[in-house]
């Protein structure tokens, strides 16, 4: 595996992310609190090769609470990356008060009442992959 700091786009090699599925339930914020205490952020998922590394580690019939909130949505750590991945009716912020992202079964992003506990998924340093 090639050094993270030697990566170079001409070469199709582009850095992914390192997901870590939590089985425990917590609100958004305290799934954020425990991702920034034991890896370094709740998982932010900013490209499609991020997207189906974190899939891959979630368990598929779970919902996971996932780095992104409104609004705009911004991921945990501030950025506005543009990549996302919502079901067709993903964000419609039912009921007005659904400002968490979160990955459902079908592994397709929604948003939900923060306070909802669920697992979650978070992230810490990252490889590269050719793709
Ligand atoms: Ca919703």
Request: glycine share 6%; proline share 3%.
């Amino acid at each position: 595996m090639e050094m993270v700091s030697n990566r170079t786009n001409q070469h199709n090699w582009i850095p992914v992310k390192n997901y870590v599925f939590i089985n425990q339930t917590m609100s958004w914020s305290s799934a954020q609190q425990y991702c920034r205490k034991n890896y370094k952020d709740l998982a932010m998922i900013e490209n499609q090769e991020e997207n189906t590394e974190a899939q891959n580690a979630k368990p598929s019939n779970n919902v996971v609470w996932i780095g992104l909130y409104r609004e705009p949505w911004t991921w945990s750590d501030g950025s506005r990356s543009s990549f996302r991945n919502w079901y067709p009716s993903g964000s419609d912020n039912d009921g007005g008060n659904q400002h968490c992202g979160s990955e459902n079964s079908i592994h397709v992003w929604g948003d939900e009442d923060c306070s909802i506990k669920r697992v979650f998924v978070c992230h810490q340093g990252e490889h590269v992959k050719k793709y």
